[in-house]
């Protein structure tokens, strides 16, 4: 086989064999077909799409690029969870201990940022010390002693989507629903868990940007998970605005652990319970998702979910100190505030652009060697249906350089004040089938 004669298949719009797709996976992973070749199938597969069955054949080939990890023999339903990407989504940091703590055991893979979205991982990393590769022995004993931990790829598991995903993100096809289905059900089936909640974003912040888009993603991850045997369903949410107020790594750190603490922004505490409860209920652990959030409110209220965060920071390695006193975190040198030039009522702010400024003032990767500045991002003082009175701070930027010029024009862009909107709802859909 030749890979020139695939991308030539795939370009005119044929659909790829299981052995085929089996041969692109295997030689991409090891290095014989070179990225600029993978880039064209990448873009073939953008503009052409796949079949169901591709995308199975594809997904199944990436799991199976590197180790499969077993869980089976740690009691109970082990169960992750899986956004398709956001702008300021700090659920998983939430999420993972606070649903740990009500006795669900949690075994979470996540990623690094793509695009103008931020990853878990990258988030995790700004607290000094945390550790997001663990060895297989050691995620299986923290998943088995604290009910929790979340690794990010090792270079084992799932190697083929670490190396498509980062070659994604700097060739702009990562707005595909064979690659982000592909991308994450086969980490998803290479981690282990037994039951798997998805989050499948819609929105400007989102890879699938109308609700149409989002049902056909959702229903392909839940058919793939089915097919390898994982309890799977989609909560559709809205990416319209960012989730919560921050946006940046160190700044989720610290509004993970404010909204730990019980001063959570609302839209990021009530996805945290939509999603922690189907979680609870998938790990049966409670019967119905009325009671799953009475016992995910309970924990949250007490203090044993803030708890479960910081026992898995200890266990990974990360700075404690920093946990206690988040203002440690706040090393940006420059702090601005960026008032509403007209009084009204903010009725959107797109998501994306909105990343896109983070990302510029380094909260993100432009290309994939580039490094993160952690300390770096925005928080937003105002979300859509606030009431503003000019001069009044719209969000306050974080930088580490004076030069904010081009990123405050596209924040400007990127904020209509005028007459007043409703709330976007902030989940559309839910997918079990
Ligand atoms: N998250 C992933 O893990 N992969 C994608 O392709 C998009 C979001
Ligand atoms: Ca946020």
Redesign the pocket.
Same mark, same amino acid.
């Given at each position: 086989m030749r890979m020139v004669d695939l991308i030539e298949k795939k370009r005119d719009g044929h659909a790829l064999t299981k052995e085929e797709i089996l041969f692109i996976i295997e030689n991409y992973t090891n290095g014989t077909i070179p990225d600029y070749q993978m880039s064209a199938l990448l873009m073939a597969i953008y503009y052409q799409d796949m079949t169901d069955e591709e995308i199975t054949n594809l997904t199944l080939a990436m799991a199976n690029s590197g180790e499969v990890i077993d869980l089976s023999h740690l009691a109970g339903i082990k169960v992750d969870k899986?956004?398709? #990407?956001g702008v300021g989504d700090t659920t998983t940091l939430i999420l993972a201990p606070l649903v740990a703590s009500v006795g669900v055991t949690v075994a979470k893979m996540s #990623?690094r940022g793509?695009g103008y979205?931020g990853g878990t991982i990258d988030k995790l990393e700004a607290i000094p010390g945390f550790k997001v590769e663990l060895s297989d022995e050691d995620f299986v004993k923290f998943v088995n002693e604290s009910h929790v931990a979340v690794i990010g790829q090792s270079g084992n598991l799932a190697p083929a989507?670490k190396k498509l995903?980062a070659l994604?993100d700097v060739t702009a096809t990562?707005g595909s629903i064979p690659?982000?289905a592909s991308?994450?059900m086969s980490?998803k089936i290479a981690a282990g868990a037994d039951a798997i909640v998805l989050d499948v974003t819609t929105g400007d912040g989102a890879?699938m940007k109308n609700l149409d888009e989002a049902r056909r993603l959702a229903k392909t991850m839940v058919r793939i998970g089915k097919l390898a045997q994982r309890n799977t369903m989609a909560v559709i949410s809205d990416m319209s605005q960012p989730l919560g107020r921050a946006i940046g790594n160190s700044l989720e750190i610290i509004e993970a652990i404010d909204t730990l603490q019980g001063r959570g922004p609302a839209d990021l505490v009530e996805m945290c319970y939509a999603l922690g409860s189907q979680m609870v209920v998938l790990a049966k652990k409670a019967e119905t998702l009325a009671e799953a959030r009475e016992m995910l409110e309970a924990a949250l209220t007490s203090g044993a979910a803030f708890a479960k965060f910081k026992e898995m920071v200890a266990n990974q390695g990360g700075d404690l100190s920093v946990i206690e006193e988040p203002a440690k975190l706040m090393t940006a040198k420059y702090k601005i505030e960026l008032p509403a030039k007209t009084s009204g009522y903010v009725r959107r702010i797109v998501a994306n652009e909105i990343g896109i400024a983070a990302m510029m003032l380094g909260a993100g990767r432009k290309t994939k060697e580039d490094s993160i500045d952690f300390a770096v991002g925005l928080v937003l003082n105002k979300k859509v249906g606030d009431a503003v009175t000019e001069g009044e701070s719209l969000l306050t930027i974080y930088s580490n350089t004076e030069d904010i010029a081009e990123v405050t024009r596209l924040i400007y862009n990127n904020i209509e004040i005028g007459n007043q909107v409703d709330e976007p709802p902030l989940i559309h859909d839910i997918i079990t089938e």
């Open positions: 899986h956004s398709t #990407g #990623g793509l979205t989507d995903y994604r990562v690659l982000i991308s994450i980490k890879f």
